[in-house]
């Protein structure tokens, strides 16, 4: 067995279930909180094309991630004021922004720069750089465990280690302070957190700034960390395949975790697959490659969830009785 295969698919494995992730924590806290949250896909694509454009106007990477976070915020409270304060359907709200998000990222990129509604390319100080922990180098030489800690651990984006510490501060809010508590119980049963003098409305709209906060971390991932700049439909439905995540795990953090690892080894998979004569089959064309993660992802779903149950709340408008 290759050791440096292993090592490389590792490493590519933590790369691109890092996007995967981000926005699985995201559509966990709104969707725990009550509201389904279909529209993940938009937040991400519209954080990323902010991020991109910002990072590449100014040269500076740092504040293009703040504007990319910012913009999917603002995009998700209004998401959150259509489906919470006018109660209207939370998966045509969700299905909306996804729309609207893909038709003016490509509108703006073509009008600013002419480019086919791609931004320009990132380098230099317009990228999120990588990181390499410390002692790796040194550590290098220790079998085992020294080739894992400095070819899979270290070398990444500062928002893989992000993503991977939000799982246990995600669980410890959830399930270890009031406010996940109180989280919860809107996304169960709100009449009875409403009964005892707490606003749902605050409680949601709480939740979706969380969710709006994690998204764009994610979307802006896709374009100034693992891109160079932001391509049309550069999220690529990812934002989809981190609510499959999602349910798959059964709206529990760790679980997610280890399913988007999941995912991305399988993305890192049909990378590694392209272009390679397998057996009796010979070259699988490259479009069939591609599509293997959605195809698994598909196939898990359907065949090892078993019975998936959402919060009680989940999807319903609550209106206050009077």
């Known amino acids: 067995m290759d050791i440096d295969l292993i090592l490389s698919m590792a ?3 933590l790369r691109l279930a890092t996007p995967l992730l981000l926005a699985a924590l995201a559509g966990l806290y709104s969707e ?3 509201i389904f949250d279909i529209g993940l896909e938009g937040k991400m694509l519209a954080s990323a094309f902010a ?3 910002v990072a590449a106007v100014t040269g500076n990477v740092w504040l293009g991630l703040l504007v990319g976070v910012i913009v999917s915020i603002l995009t998700t409270m209004l998401q959150g004021f259509a489906s919470i304060t006018l109660k209207g359907n939370q998966m045509i709200a969700g299905v909306a922004v996804t729309m609207l998000a893909a038709g003016m990222t490509t509108f703006l990129g073509q009008t600013w720069f002419s480019q086919g509604g791609r931004t320009p390319q990132l380098r230099g100080d317009s990228r999120l750089q990588q990181i390499d922990l410390p002692f790796a180098d040194q550590l290098a030489g220790v079998p085992i465990l020294g080739p894992i800690y400095s070819e899979v651990l270290s070398g990444h984006y500062i928002l893989v280690y992000v993503a991977f510490l939000a799982v246990p501060l995600t669980a410890y809010v959830l399930y270890r302070t009031r406010f996940g508590l109180r989280l919860r119980a809107v996304g ?3 009449k009875a957190v409403d009964t005892a003098g707490i606003s749902v409305t605050m409680q949601r709209y709480q939740a979706i700034f969380i969710t709006g ?3 764009g971390l994610s979307g802006a991932y896709f374009s100034i960390a693992q891109g160079a700049g932001f391509g049309n439909e550069m999220t690529a439905g990812k934002g989809y395949v981190a609510l499959a995540a999602l349910i798959f795990s059964k709206w529990r953090p760790v679980p997610v975790m280890f399913t988007c690892l999941l995912f991305g080894f ?3 998979l049909q990378i590694r697959m392209q272009n390679v004569d397998l057996p009796i089959v010979g070259q ?3 479009q069939a490659v591609q599509a293997l993660p959605y195809i698994l992802t598909v196939v898990l779903l359907a065949g090892f969830i078993g019975k998936a149950v959402g919060p009680r709340a ?4 609550y209106v206050k009785e009077r």
């Open 284 to 286: 699988v064309p490259v």
């Open 32 to 34: 725990r909180s009550g």
């Open 213 to 215: 906060i994690l998204a």
């Open 51 to 53: 991020a991109a454009t």
């Open 314 to 317: 989940g999807g319903v408008p």
């Open 11 to 13: 490493n590519a494995t």
């Open 266 to 268: 399988l993305d890192a």
């Open 188 to 190: 169960e049963n709100p």
